[in-house]
């Protein structure tokens, strides 16, 4: 199946700082989304994002699917930022596949 | 929207015991997934039906394991007999079409001791 690799798997921040987060995929994709889980483990999502670019207050999100490659960027972080972000994709089998994911804790 | 509903959010059972989970996709949604996240495996998906009907179960672990779709805004999983190993969250999700966004409930925490 289709590999979804996330990097970096820790990232600590100082409240306000921005941050860059990846996710490489093995093949190409129909679908692929952001998703944010916060410590109550509820997933939040984010972008719905298979190519281009797309903007949301302090986060936007960039796809290259020639490239394989989609970022999330986070400006301006906050401690309520702190959580989990997962990147999961489909590849024509109607599921997404998850990313182990970027553990992300904001310090104020 | 209500969003995709699941209960019970927490769920703790003896070691042997039946387990049912329950899910209500989004409205108008036309597929549902069922998903499991553990520490070990991360999220890994169970089985999805699309208009009712299972398409991929091939992430179901074992016999154990049993889902059920009866109409178009109800769907269960079933663990019978339950065991510590499945201690786990269990998601559904929904989406509207192939390829489509798709949505998580807020998961079902289950522990079996």
């Known amino acids: 199946g289709i590999q979804v690799e996330q990097s970096p798997p820790d990232l600590i921040l100082q409240e306000g700082a921005n941050s860059t987060l990846r996710c490489n995929f093995s093949?190409?994709?129909?679908?692929l989304q952001w998703f944010h889980q916060n410590p109550w483990g509820q997933l939040i999502n984010l972008f719905y994002i298979p190519s281009g670019t797309k903007q949301n207050g302090r986060l936007s999100a960039t796809t290259v699917a020639t490239e394989r490659y989609s970022l999330l960027y986070i400006s301006s972080s906050q401690t309520t930022d702190s959580g989990v972000y997962f990147c999961a994709v489909e590849a024509g089998a109607n599921n997404l596949f998850f990313g182990t994911g970027t553990r992300l804790t904001v310090i104020p | 929207d209500a969003g995709v509903i699941q209960s019970p959010r927490h769920e703790v059972t003896e070691m042997g015991q039946e387990v049912t989970l329950r899910c209500k996709p989004i409205s108008g949604h036309n597929s549902l997934f069922w998903y499991r996240q553990t520490m070990m495996r991360g999220l890994e998906l169970l089985i999805y039906f699309n208009n009712n009907v299972p398409i991929d179960d091939s992430g179901m672990p074992e016999d154990r394991f049993s889902a059920k779709m009866p109409n178009a805004s109800f769907s269960t999983l079933k663990i019978q007999p339950s065991e510590p190993r499945d201690s786990a969250v269990y998601f559904c999700?929904?989406?509207?079409?192939?390829?489509?966004?798709?949505?998580f409930g807020q998961g079902t925490r289950l522990t079996v001791v």
């Open positions: 093949d190409s994709v129909n679908n």
């Open positions: 999700a929904s989406s509207t079409t192939r390829s489509t966004e798709a949505f």
